[in-house]
């Protein structure tokens, strides 16, 4: 029998701004419907962003949030994995807000702090929807991407309490010594589940021998059996790292918040579209979408939301 990977359809982000794609969406009719159609494609899990409908800011009013997991849930029983990473300008109370609120089955945990900068993106276009598109960007210059040991404690607090699995995205190498920490300290329980995040100015480059060095690093600090993998590369890379992190037994997660891109010069005009890529790519080797409930399974998930 074929083997079930994960796709994850990473919806929106907050990396993205609206002059960048006309198919990024913004309001959180858009962000479910977008959701929705990635599900029927293929997509086990979808993580959820929230925007400002007017401005397309990144935004981390949980007002927005519940109307968009509302929408998602009356169409699909997809995995319903919510940011604690939010945008650049949040705080760690805005991002983890949702938790408690929303008690989500998975919901991402950023893994240490990083430089997290999105700079060079602010000299891609001379004209800008949005006066604050360009303005964003450049200040990530100097932005820290803070998760430290106390945050992490305290988002896994809030994270036990609701009966949320995180999902851990690993930037660097040094993320996984954290996890593995953790997991000693017995504030993560094993098995965990990796998100190989690459490509990311500030955190480790997308590329093969970085991918396998991850994981190759799991299998030692955290022991085979002990989690399971996801991963994918920022821009181009999106597809080659997926690939290669599911031919080494991974799973893969593609989507606009990470590439807006379907093939090198050509805008992929939905989450859905690159979903089905990667379905395509799986059904090459003979690898099969996992559905919502083979995905809660190999999770161990606790069921939607609530
Ligand atoms: N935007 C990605 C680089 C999160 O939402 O917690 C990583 C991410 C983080 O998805
Ligand atoms: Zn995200």
């Known amino acids: 029998m074929a083997r079930k990977v994960i796709i994850s ?21 858009e962000i479910a419907d977008q959701a929705i159609d990635a599900a029927k494609a293929g997509a086990a899990s979808v993580h959820i962003h929230a925007r400002d409908p007017q401005t397309g800011i990144p935004s981390a009013d949980q007002n927005l949030f519940a109307e968009i997991v509302e929408r998602i849930q009356a169409g699909t029983d997809a995995i319903i994995c919510i940011t604690t990473g939010g945008g650049t300008t949040m705080t760690i109370q805005e991002r983890a807000a949702s938790i408690p609120r929303f008690k989500p089955e998975l919901a991402s945990l950023n ?3 990083i430089n997290f900068s999105l700079h060079p993106l602010a000299d891609k276009h001379s004209e800008w929807k949005h006066e604050w598109e360009p303005v964003m960007l450049a200040a990530t210059k100097d932005n820290i991407f803070r998760n430290t040991f106390g945050d992490l404690e305290t988002i896994l607090g809030m994270m036990e309490e609701a009966g949320t699995k995180p999902e851990l995205e690993i930037y660097d190498a040094g993320h996984l010594q954290n996890a593995a920490f953790l997991m000693m300290q017995g504030l993560l329980k094993p098995p965990v589940y990796l998100q ?9 480059a997308a590329t093969i021998d970085n991918l396998v060095f991850l994981k190759n690093s799991a299998d030692r600090l955290l022991g085979p059996g002990n989690y399971q993998f996801s991963g994918f590369g920022a821009g181009r890379m999106e597809f080659p790292i997926c690939t290669t992190n599911v031919l080494m037994g991974g799973h893969c997660r593609v989507g606009l918040e990470d590439n807006l891109n379907i093939a090198q010069g050509e805008k992929a005009t939905s989450n859905a579209a690159l979903v089905e890529k990667m379905v395509r790519i799986l059904g090459e080797f003979g690898l099969e979408p996992a559905t919502p409930a083979e995905a809660r399974k190999i999770l161990g998930t606790k069921g939607s939301i609530g």
């Open 196 to 204: 190989f995040v690459l490509g990311i100015l500030g955190g480790m």
């Open 111 to 113: 893994m240490g702090s």
């Open 9 to 29: 359809a990473a919806i929106t982000g907050a990396i993205h701004t609206p002059t960048m794609s006309e198919y990024l969406p913004i309001t959180p009719k």
